[in-house]
């Protein structure tokens, strides 16, 4: 299994452009999340999905959007970039099961984003 | 408002040494405790889950004392390799979204 991939690794991004990125994992989770990280801060959540066709809002969505349509993917797109979008973004999955606790969640390598 | 603290750090310990984090969260109602390790420019790795009885996997042992609402990590024999940021996480419910990260506490152990 490869788990949770994301690309790409890196990209520099002008104020104003937009771009999608990719999330996938091969572990048949039904959560798929997506942080972002700013540096020496904790993670925030920006959008968060239960399952393919549903997908809802963290903490942190201005900005962002998401979509599911199958298992694996769980695209995020920025569509207008700002500076302050300049962070690491994480993806992430993990499986919950009703009435059981939560397992932990297993990350993608992230994604480094500057925008200027 | 959702909050996980820890202990600010950084700590810089000589190898060898056994060095202790603590964390608390505000949310009596939470369910679920994790601690990662994140090494520098990389992605959060699961280090151990917490459980109620508290729980050791090698060198590393993890307590939970719900009544007070902290979760400790103890390593013991430290390695240069065990050098990273720690982070503690709380799932609040359990539901997927409500998987609450503290800041993290950064350790450097020293030859």
């Known amino acids: 299994n490869a788990g949770v991939t994301q690309t790409p690794k890196f990209r520099i991004l002008k104020i104003g452009q937009s771009m999608t990125l990719q999330c996938t994992q091969d572990?048949?989770?039904?959560?798929m999340y997506w942080y972002r990280q700013d540096p020496g801060m904790g993670l925030k959540l920006i959008y968060y999905?239960?399952?393919?066709?549903?997908?809802d809002k963290g903490e942190v969505p201005n900005g962002y959007n998401v979509s599911r349509s199958t298992t694996e993917d769980f695209p995020l797109r920025l569509e207008l970039a700002a500076p302050s979008q300049t962070s690491v973004y994480f993806c992430?999955?993990?499986?919950?099961?009703?009435?059981?606790?939560?397992?932990?969640?297993?990350f993608g390598d992230g994604t480094r984003l500057s925008i200027l | 408002r959702k909050e996980v603290e820890q202990d600010p750090g950084p700590f810089n310990v000589p190898e060898g040494a056994t060095v202790a984090f603590n964390c608390t969260y505000s949310?009596?109602?939470?369910?679920?405790f994790f601690w990662y390790r994140q090494d520098c420019r990389k992605e959060p790795k699961l280090l151990m889950s917490?459980?109620?009885s508290g729980n050791e996997d090698g060198r590393f042992t993890a307590q939970l004392n719900r009544a007070s609402q902290y979760i400790s990590l103890l390593i013991r024999d430290s390695k240069l390799s065990d050098s990273a940021t720690y982070l503690c996480?709380?799932?609040?419910?359990?539901?997927?979204?409500?998987?609450?990260f503290g800041p993290g506490t950064r350790l450097s152990v020293l030859p």
């Open positions: 992430a999955s993990n499986v919950i099961l009703t009435g059981e606790g939560n397992q932990p969640q297993h």
């Open positions: 572990m048949n989770h039904n959560y």
């Open positions: 999905s239960v399952g393919a066709g549903i997908t």
């Open positions: 949310n009596s109602a939470s369910q679920s």
């Open positions: 917490v459980y109620s």
């Open positions: 996480v709380v799932n609040e419910d359990n539901y997927g979204q409500n998987f609450v």
